[in-house]
């Protein structure tokens, strides 16, 4: 059975830092895996997809890698805002389904 | 290009009643799936509806039913509502058969079961 970690779970910083968000997963037979963010109350807005065949993906101050073997990935992002504070989830892609991990609570403060 | 549209955004029900959530998709995509979010965690898959059948479901009971209608909006029902069917509710769609599709997800439902 597919289980999705992320650490840490809650992170704050000044702003200006650049961060390293944390994913794993048990199973390395994924389609891809894909970030999102989610900011208090609403839905889910995608960030970055890396199909398994990638090792990463770029947009913007945002960088995304991901090693299979290891049953890894991390979102990196750069030059941190205060806009970048909400609660940031990873999704592996198992079959039909997402996956889901329970999310990094980021606060960046100016 | 309308993204993936929920209603209503807020619904309040109390233990025992159903409740029908709405769902219509991205422009060109056929395939809609939900999510339970629980306050704190990740969302929860409940099931996927492609041309109008229930292709894949979650660990979920059956007081959670939907239907997939021949414009591809959804609905999710759940009957019989429990204090613990108080979550976000998450639709999310997708064109089916092009692997590794990137979903796009809608701004939910925030269900309060009172």
């Known amino acids: 059975k597919q289980e999705v970690t992320q650490i840490p779970a809650a992170l704050s910083v000044p702003e200006g830092e650049n961060l390293v968000l944390n994913c794993s997963f048990t199973?390395?037979?994924?389609?891809?895996l894909q970030w999102f963010r989610q900011d208090p109350g609403k839905g889910l807005t995608s960030l970055l997809l890396i199909q398994s065949s990638q090792r990463e993906q770029t947009s913007g101050r945002l960088n995304a890698s991901l090693d299979k073997s290891s049953g890894r990935s991390t979102l990196y992002i750069a030059a941190s805002q205060p806009g970048d504070s909400a609660t940031y989830l990873c999704a592996v892609h198992d079959t039909d389904k997402l996956i889901f991990g329970t999310g990094t609570r980021l606060q960046v403060f100016p | 290009d309308a993204g993936v549209t929920q209603s209503p955004t807020h619904l309040i029900k109390t233990r025992g009643q159903q409740v029908t959530l709405r769902c219509s998709p991205k422009?060109?995509?056929?395939?809609v799936s939900w999510y339970q979010q629980a306050l704190g965690q990740g969302p929860q898959f409940i099931f996927q509806y492609y041309e109008e059948e229930e292709r894949q479901r979650g660990n979920f009971p059956d007081r959670f039913s939907g239907h997939q209608f021949p414009n591809y909006s959804s609905e999710l029902n759940v009957n019989a509502l429990l204090l613990g069917d108080s979550a976000l509710y998450l639709c999310?769609?997708?064109?089916?058969?092009?692997?590794?599709?990137?979903?796009?997800f809608g701004s939910g439902t925030q269900l309060s079961v009172l």
């Open positions: 199973d390395s037979a994924i389609y891809n």
């Open positions: 422009s060109g995509h056929d395939t």
């Open positions: 999310a769609s997708s064109s089916l058969g092009q692997g590794g599709e990137k979903l796009f």
